[in-house]
């Protein structure tokens, strides 16, 4: 199947910004997804933007999407110790199902 | 409106015992997708049924595993003979319309424990 690869972990400070990448391969993604999962939790869907588009803004929030080189990112402003979670990447082309990465940990410090 | 339930949260069970998962989608929507979730891992899909039919099930083991979504009531994930490798979190998301011109929306997961 197509491939979703994300960084593990990352570690940042409480207040920096925090940016988590993803690359894709599918180049028939249609959508590309963020969700955020904390322990023993579901997945809880940030954003999403759809493949003709480069950018989308939603508060502290900015994907950015490079489709010529399938990379995605998310950038979280003011990273709180409660942005504390597994960030997972996904997409879906022109089946049904989502296509996920095996998420990247994201530890705040304070 | 009440999001993706799945009940029960929390499942044990003993090798050769059979584990029956639910899942009641979002008010409205009729598109209901399985996935799993091994430890460490990212969700894999399973099967995707609307009301009454399996449109898709390419990501379920062959034997053991079933799906169903009834007219009336919630999806049903079944595994019959459970072994050590079922153990893992199951997720139900539901979507209003087909994936692509909607969202899917995740439940809790059911945790499920072979002993």
């Known amino acids: 199947g197509e491939d979703v690869e994300q960084s593990l972990f990352l570690s940042v400070r409480e207040g920096d910004s925090s940016v988590i990448n993803c690359t894709y391969t599918?180049?028939?993604?249609?959508?590309l997804y963020w969700y955020k999962q904390e322990p023993g939790a579901g997945l809880q869907l940030l954003t999403y933007i759809f493949s003709n588009m480069d950018m989308k803004q939603d508060q502290r929030l900015t994907v950015l999407l490079n489709k010529k080189d399938k990379h995605l990112s998310l950038r979280i402003a003011d990273t709180q110790t409660g942005d504390s979670a597994i960030y997972f990447c996904a997409e879906i082309g022109s089946g049904y199902a989502l296509n996920f990465g095996k998420g990247t940990s994201l530890l705040v410090t304070p | 409106n009440a999001g993706v339930m799945q009940n029960p949260r929390h499942l044990v069970r003993r090798r050769g015992q059979e584990a029956r998962l639910r899942c009641s989608p979002m008010k409205g929507h009729s598109h209901v997708y399985w996935y799993r979730q091994l430890p460490e891992e990212g969700l894999k899909f399973m099967v995707y049924l609307q009301k009454e039919n399996i449109i898709d099930e390419s990501g379920m083991p062959k034997e053991r595993f079933s799906a169903e979504f009834p007219k009336e009531g919630p999806s049903i994930l079944r595994i019959q003979q459970v072994v050590r490798g079922d153990s893992a979190a199951y997720f139900c998301a539901s979507s209003r319309d087909r994936l692509g011109t909607d969202t899917q929306y995740f439940g809790p997961g059911t945790r499920l424990t072979v002993l």
């Open positions: 599918d180049s028939s993604s249609t959508y």
